[in-house]
Structure formats: structure tokens, C-alpha cells
């Protein structure tokens, strides 16, 4: 079953039955799982980029890396723990995201300017350190209540 996509109170929000609980397993299997280039302990930055429709120069904004790094990443050189457990994070946001739209709409999504951000992108907000805004917009939508 396909998701559906549609405006809700600035943000969105997917229809797609009850395949969600299949959707969440097949996520956690292809980012659990070291693929070919830029892998490293289960990421691999060049499937994250084409699963997400995310481009390496918005994969280099949203973590907050100079391009040489993710650069070294792609070609499969393992960044430090520390680094490991924000890009971890960022991997939690982009899969709760996929829980609500499909896939492959969450890239251009975080360049588009949104209501619930106050006309900021949502790639903008993550730029800016407030994560927390999306992370309360995604719960608002998963659990109904408004913000």
C-alpha cells in the first residue's frame, strides 16, 4: 500500500493503513545494514542520501560537517564515536519522519519553508540547533494532540 501525503497544520502527515509496522522494519533493515560505499557500523552515507532523495551537499548541512568529512565518509572512512552518535540521531529523526510521509519526500521537504517552522525550512531549523521543533511536530502528529 502506497503512504499518501497531505498538509496538516503546517506540517504533514501520512496515510498508508496498517503497512507502517512492515515500513519501520524494512527501515530498520536497510539502515542496519553495512552496505557498499560509506558504510560504517550499519550507515552507509550514499544509501541514506538516494533512500531520502537527500542530496551530499544537504546530507553536509544537516550534520553540521564540512564536506571534506562526509566526502571521507562516502568513501568509507569511519568517523569518531562521537560523531557516530549525532549522525545516530540524525538517523532516528529522518526514521521517525518516515513514519509519517514516504521516503523518498523527506529530502526535498527539508528544503521546502513551512508554516509550523515560522516560514523556515525545516533543514534550517536543524541548522539553527532546534531539532526539538521537529521532533514536537512529529509527536503532534503521531499522537493528534495539537501544539
Known amino acids: 500500500m502506497k503512504k499518501t501525503v ?48 537527500v542530496t551530499q551537499e544537504t546530507f553536509t548541512r544537516l550534520t553540521g560537517f564540512s564536506p571534506r568529512a562526509v566526502a571521507h565518509w562516502v568513501q568509507g572512512r569511519r568517523p569518531s564515536s562521537s560523531t557516530q552518535r549525532r549522525l545516530t540521531e540524525m538517523k ?29 525550512t525545516p ?3 536543524i541548522e539553527r540547533g532546534e531539532t526539538d521543533r ?3 511536530m512529529i509527536y503532534e502528529l503521531q499522537s493528534g494532540e495539537p501544539g
Open 6 to 53: 497531505r498538509q496538516v497544520s503546517g506540517g504533514v502527515a501520512a496515510k498508508n493503513g496498517n503497512s507502517h509496522v512492515a515500513l519501520r522494519s524494512k527501515t530498520r533493515a536497510f539502515l542496519g545494514t553495512a552496505a557498499t560505499t560509506g558504510a560504517f557500523r550499519g550507515f552507509a552515507v550514499k544509501d541514506f542520501c538516494t533512500a531520502y532523495a
Open 123 to 125: 533543514l534550517q531549523v
Open 134 to 136: 521537529i521532533w514536537r
Open 92 to 120: 532516528r529523526l529522518f526514521e521517525s519522519l518516515e513514519k509519517l510521509v514516504a521516503r523518498d519526500a523527506i529530502g526535498p521537504w527539508m528544503k521546502e519553508s513551512n508554516p509550523a517552522f515560522d516560514g523556515s
